[in-house]
């Protein structure tokens, strides 16, 4: 079964900066999808980013362009998430998602209900 853990979630205040990592075990990690979502209380989970680790295609959703970088180390099943210029809007629960045999050329979907794995979640706190 694939399994996804989060961890690197903490509280900083604006402009700080934390990494997120995803260690994914259970299944071959080259052609996936996998993404960072987050929800914040009251809210519908949202994509952040997403990336194929066949090809190393990205998206960004809007709001975090230029402050947050998606990256994978498929030797390590590892899955990042590097956020910068943080604000107190950013805060949320990020989940890590995975989806295996991903064949496009083009980005992943962005859809929440693409993803069929998800870890427990990390607590991303700002304050402004």
């Known amino acids: 079964q694939v399994q996804l853990v989060e961890s690197g979630g903490g509280s900083v205040q604006a402009g700080g900066s934390l990494r997120l990592s995803c260690t994914a075990s259970g299944y071959t990690y080259n052609n996936n999808c996998m993404g960072w979502f987050r929800q914040a209380p009251g809210k519908e989970r949202e994509v952040v980013a997403t990336?194929?680790?066949?090809?190393?295609?990205?998206y960004y959703t809007d709001s975090v362009k230029g402050r947050f970088t998606i990256s994978r180390d498929n030797a390590k099943n590892t899955l990042y998430l590097q956020m910068d210029s943080l604000k107190p809007e950013d805060t949320a629960m990020y989940y890590c998602?995975?989806?295996?045999?991903?064949?496009?050329?083009?980005?992943?979907?962005?859809?929440?209900?693409?993803?069929?794995?998800w870890g427990q979640g990390t607590q991303v706190t700002v304050s402004s």
């Open positions: 998602a995975a989806r295996t045999g991903y064949e496009g050329r083009w980005a992943c979907p962005i859809e929440r209900t693409y993803f069929l794995y």
């Open positions: 990336i194929y680790t066949g090809g190393g295609t990205t």
